[in-house]
C-alpha cells in the first residue's frame, strides 16, 4: 500500500494524518468524524473554543461545507484556490459543531499542495487540518518539526516537503455587507476585495464568543524561550547585555555576533522570510541561550505585515 493509501485508510478508520500544505503541516482528521476530531484537540492541548479548519480538495467540495456561498465566495475561490485563503461562511448542517467550536460559521479551504490534495480525493471528504503542533507553540513547516511531537504509531506523517509559504492562511469572513480579515497572511485584504468586488470592512482578531476564526485567541506561534522584539540594533544590543541570546537578523542585514551570542540571517525578500521564519525560531528555540532577540521587519506589504503579526503573537506573554 502506498503512503496515500495508507494515510486514507488510516484517516477513515479514525486515525490522525500530518499533512504538508503550502502554508505549514497540518494534523488531519476526517471532518464529520466528531471522534477523530476531539483526538485532534486532545492530541494539540488545543481549547475547544478554537475552531478548526476544514480542508477540501476542490471548490466545489468546499462548497458543501457551507450553507450560503455567495457571489465573492465564487470570485474569491476562482481566483484563489488551491492556495493560502481560508473563507468564513455560514455552516452547512453537516459539519459538526466540535469542528466550529459551536459557532454558526465554518473556516475551509482548499491547500495548494498536490499530497494533501491526493489524500482528500482518496479519502472522499473534507479533512480538519489545524497546524501539526502543541498548541501554542511554532508551527511545523517540515515532516521533521512533526515527527519531533508524535511517534508514528500515533499520528502518520506525509513528507511532502518544506511548505512553499511558511506562514498560516488569510482567514477572510465572507459576509453580506462585504470582506472582513480575520487572520492576516501573504494574501492581503485589498488584493482579495478587488478580486471579489465588495468593500473590505475593518479588520476583526477575535474577542466574540463563539470566535469565528482558527489562531486568534491564546498563544501561538512561541517557542519556549522567551523571545522579544528589537526595533532597532541597539536595542538588540541592550538585550544581549542580559545573557546569551540568538539574535535572528533584520531582513537582508547579517548581524555579526561574539559568543556566547548566536545569530541567523534572513532574506530581505519578505516571501522568502516569511517561509523560513518558523523553522528560524525552532532553531533559535534549540540554540541554549537564554533569550530569542528578533529584529523586527520593517517593510511594507501583506506578507510582512502577517510576519509581523507573527512575532507579536510569538513575543506575548
Sequence with gaps: ??????AAAHLQRGGLVAIPTETVYGL?????????????????GRPSDNPLIVHASTADMARECSALWPDAAVALARAFWPGPLTLVLPKAEWVPDI?????????????R??????LIEAVGEPLVAPSANRSG????????HVRGVWPEDEVVVLDGGACAVGLESTVLAVESAGLRVLRP????????????????LDSETGGCSPVASPGVVGPHYQPTLPLVLASSLAEADTWMALGPAFVISPPGVPVAVDPPHQSMPMPADAEAYGRELYAAL?????????????????????VWDAVRERLVRAAAV
Design 113 to 118: 499542495h498536490p499530497v494533501a490534495l491526493e
Design 1 to 6: 500500500m502506498d503512503a496515500i493509501a495508507h
Design 282 to 302: 525552532r532553531d533559535a528555540d534549540a540554540s541554549g541561550a537564554s533569550r530569542i532577540v528578533v529584529c523586527a521587519p520593517t517593510a511594507e506589504g501583506a
Design 185 to 200: 497572511g501573504v494574501l492581503g485584504g485589498d488584493e482579495l476585495a478587488k478580486a471579489a468586488g465588495v468593500p473590505l
Design 137 to 144: 507553540y511554532v508551527s511545523p513547516t517540515t515532516a521533521g
Design 28 to 44: 488531519a482528521a476526517v471532518a464529520r468524524d466528531c471522534d477523530a476530531v476531539a483526538r485532534v484537540f486532545e492530541a494539540k
Design 99 to 111: 469542528v466550529t467550536a459551536g459557532g454558526a460559521t465554518v473556516a475551509v479551504r482548499v491547500p
